[in-house]
Nanobody, 114 residues
């Protein structure tokens, strides 16, 4: 399974940005796709997860500002609103199978600065 993230960039505080991730190399719909982020010097932080059955889950730190969504295939999107400088990080896509096998994308940089 390969995960390719895109959509990061530089955005001003208070604005919105979305990042997307497409999984390839798999013939069925991934049961779990999620987003994490990692700021410099910090551990990787869980943000949100979307299941193939349509359920979504969020970390308290982003609930109400970030929205995760999936298409009918293996693309997952994270819509980020009212961005803050502390949201600056590399954002990683994650996919997890029911077996526990886990896959990571290469990450996309999001910088929130005026």
């Amino acid at each position: 399974v390969q995960l390719q993230a895109c959509g990061g960039g530089l955005v001003q505080p208070g604005r919105s940005l979305s990042v997307s991730c497409e999984a390839s190399g798999i013939s069925f719909r991934l049961p779990n796709m999620a987003w994490y982020r990692q700021a410099p010097g910090e551990p990787r932080e869980y943000l949100a997860r979307a299941t193939s059955l349509g359920s979504t889950f969020y970390a308290d730190s982003v609930k109400g500002r970030f929205t995760i969504s999936r298409d009918r295939g293996n693309t997952v999107r994270l819509q980020m609103n009212n961005l803050k400088p502390e949201d600056t990080a590399v954002y990683y896509c994650n996919a997890r199978l029911n077996s526990g096998a886990e896959y990571w994308g290469t990450g996309t940089q999001v910088t929130v600065s005026s």
